[in-house]
């Protein structure tokens, strides 16, 4: 019996896990299509196209000659399936046609929550305490189709959104390599998604990690985690300068007053609309702050926040 076909659109660090996850489960891959490496953007993560050379694949990107007639290409090669794992773009109904078996997409949360863009940060950002890894059939409509398998994992108090971006990366892999002998044989089942109103997420911009001091304390925690390094950060304009906040712990005493940064027995403290945060990494400009130097000058001045 022939081997069973797919091509893959993938991106990040789901994307080469994935890809391993079909390799080693047996699936042929004559095609991969990623995105193009922004030069302008800090490369934290692994390389898909550099995976799939490794294992002698054709690789191509969104932005090659070749994708301009990427339908046809496709038809030309008869999958079986096409997957996409963090691929940075809707795939068209003419290339989900393509695939004869199925079309399925690796999505970073617990669907029908958090469909569209960013959902990991999202998702700390609103306070929520567990996530994982969706597998799901493609449709025209984004992140909508029938369930296949997903995985929970655990957001914990503190995590930021790269620690949970890890365990969402190896949750992703277990539900593809645990659901790819159902896929292949025709038996894996599925599930129809309902379409919860107010699930569907955005992209996030670098302007959104702009935090508001009069916030809960809270809130202002959840942020920082959302968009720590390395995504973009949280920060704020501090005395003309700009203040990046990347760390910090809810703390059990409230100060009252007007939100303030300050320093107490040796530690960064930052008094919000209600609730204070303990500052546990911070730069600016220049670079790191330290701040056993930054809690003498506010404790000696306190630096109003708005």
């Not at 046609?97 to 959902?119: D, E, Q």
């Not at 909508?144 to 365990?167: C, F, H, R, T, W």
Request: net charge positive; proline share 6%; with cysteine.
């Amino acid at each position: 019996m022939s081997r069973a076909r797919a091509v893959v659109f993938a991106y990040h660090d789901v994307g080469v896990r994935c890809l391993k996850a079909l390799l080693s489960g047996g699936v042929e891959v004559p095609l991969v299509v990623t995105v193009a490496d922004d030069p302008g953007e800090r490369q934290w993560f692994a390389s898909v196209a550099e995976a799939a050379r490794d294992y002698g694949i054709e690789v191509i990107t969104a932005e090659s000659p070749g994708a301009a007639r990427l339908d046809a290409r496709l038809a030309a090669l008869a999958p079986d399936f096409v997957f996409s794992f963090y691929y940075r773009a809707l795939l068209s109904e003419a290339l989900l046609r393509c695939a004869r078996r199925g079309a399925f997409n690796m999505h970073g949360s617990l669907l029908p929550k958090y469909r569209g863009r960013a959902p990991v940060n999202w998702a700390i950002l609103n306070g929520e305490r567990e996530t994982g890894a969706t597998l799901h059939e493609m449709i025209a409509r984004a992140d909508s189709g029938d369930i296949v398998d997903q995985m929970v994992v655990p957001i914990l108090a503190d995590d930021q959104a790269g620690e949970v971006y890890a365990k969402v990366t190896v949750a992703a892999e277990i539900v593809l390599a645990r659901s790819l002998p159902g896929l292949l044989a025709g038996t894996a089942s599925r599930r129809a998604q309902p379409i919860v109103s107010g699930q569907y997420f955005g992209r996030r911009r670098p302007e959104d990690g702009r935090i508001d001091w009069s916030w809960p304390a809270a809130r202002i925690h959840n942020l920082v985690r959302a968009v720590a390094p390395p995504f973009p950060g949280a920060f704020s304009d501090v005395g003309g300068g700009r203040l990046w906040i990347h760390r910090t712990r809810l703390e059990a005493h409230g100060d009252t007053g007007a939100p303030r940064l300050y320093g107490r027995a040796g530690a960064c403290y930052a008094a919000c609309g209600q609730g204070t945060l303990r500052i546990l990494a911070a730069a600016d400009d220049r670079g790191p702050l330290d701040l056993t130097r930054a809690a003498r000058e506010w404790e000696a001045r306190p630096r109003a926040l708005v």
